[in-house]
Nanobody
Framework: QVQLVESGGGLVQAGGSLDLSCAAS????????MGWYRQAPGQQRELVAQ???????DYQDSVKGRFTISRDDVLHIAYLRMNSLKPEDTALYYC???????????????WGQGTQVTVSS
């Protein structure tokens, strides 16, 4: 069984920074794509950033130049560095990982429980 645990959310003023992290625990052989999504109240969940095992990064246009996604493939951790935060970045942030577990050939996409980011104006 694989679990993702996020940390690092909180309240910050506009223009500030936050670092999110997401650690995979359990019988993890290999992690492929890692990603961060967010969902604001009354809105659909949207992709914020993702990074492949080959370190190809993709960002939502609204966060380009402000957010940076990175990963640690030894510890199976995803990071999201968020700079120049805006009130419209306020949302519940979820991490995802495509995980190959012990005894399996393919991968399964797992989700974290979410961490709240609130940016005050």
């Amino acid at each position: 069984q694989v679990q993702l645990v996020e940390s690092g959310g909180g309240l910050v003023q506009a223009g500030g920074s936050l670092d999110l992290s997401c650690a995979a625990s359990g019988s993890t052989v290999r992690v492929y794509t890692m990603g961060w999504y967010r969902q604001a109240p009354g809105q659909q969940r949207e992709l914020v950033a993702q990074i492949t095992r080959g370190l190809v990064r993709d960002y939502q246009d609204s966060v380009k130049g402000r957010f940076t996604i990175s990963r640690d493939d030894v510890l199976h951790i995803a990071y999201l560095r968020m700079n120049s935060l805006k009130p419209e970045d306020t949302a519940l942030y979820y991490c995802t990982m495509d995980v190959q577990a012990v005894g399996h050939e393919g991968y399964v996409t797992y989700w974290g429980q979410g961490t709240q980011v609130t940016v005050s104006s």
